[in-house]
């Protein structure tokens, strides 16, 4: 049988420092909290076993980089975005975004206060380098002034809408349903994103406009 010698190992280590390397492991052990932290838009609508941040991250950060590469945008910035653009919930939770500010949990100059004072804690557990891109990409994303980060913006909201295929039948009163659709629309501004918007919004109407539509 072979046996890997013990500098192997050593060396693998030698490509991280391992004072990087605890950076990395802390700031993971945070951001995996996000698998943990259901979704509050369906935890108000009491949808069983609802969604995850973490779900969600990967959801938008999987649509985002497909079309951004389709629509000829920088997919990697794209991904990484997506990925990393609730990291803060770790510490705020998910402070749902309603069709009026009076009906959240907080405004939203409270709310975008919250998110940059707990992105900021969490992204400090790595290092300079590391801190600064994603801080950096954190930015452009809460600026909303580069195609890329319109995208993500734009799918964040969207992927609600997709979720609410499955979900909506666990949803009795119409209206709060179509709560999601009129929250998301505000945000969904490129082409690709209302096409597939108005698809999926047509689909569940036509759904629940059927006598037989069973409901939880």
């Known amino acids: 049988m072979w046996r890997i010698p013990l500098i192997q190992a050593d060396f693998i280590m030698a490509k991280i420092s391992r004072t990087d390397l605890d950076r990395i492991t802390r700031f ?7 698998k943990a932290i ?18 969600h991250s990967f959801s938008t950060a999987l649509s ?9 945008l920088d997919a990697n910035r794209c991904l990484i975005m997506a990925l990393t653009h609730d990291l ?20 939203n100059k409270t709310k975008l206060k919250l998110e940059n004072k707990n992105m900021i804690k969490i ?21 909303g002034k580069t195609d890329e980060a319109q995208l993500v913006n734009g799918l ?17 009163n119409d209206s709060q349903v179509y709560e999601f659709f009129i929250t998301a629309k505000r945000h ?25 539509s069973k409901r939880a």
Do not use: C, F
Request: proline share 4%; net charge positive; glycine share 4%.
């Open 28 to 34: 993971m052990l945070e951001a995996d909290k996000l």
């Open 38 to 55: 259901d979704r509050t838009g369906w935890v108000i609508r009491k949808v069983k076993k609802p969604e995850h941040v973490g779900d």
């Open 64 to 72: 985002s980089y497909i079309i951004a590469r389709k629509l000829g």
């Open 88 to 107: 803060n919930e770790v510490n705020t939770g998910d402070i749902a975004t309603r069709p009026t500010e009076r009906q959240q949990k907080v405004d």
């Open 123 to 143: 992204l400090s557990n790595l290092d300079k380098s590391s801190y600064d891109h994603l801080r950096h990409l954190w930015l452009e994303l809460q600026e």
């Open 156 to 172: 964040d909201r969207l992927d609600y809408i997709l979720q609410l295929v499955p979900y909506h039948r666990q949803i009795k």
């Open 188 to 212: 969904i501004t490129n082409p690709e994103l209302k096409y597939i918007y108005e698809k999926i919004r047509k689909q569940i109407r036509k759904e629940r406009s059927k006598p037989t």
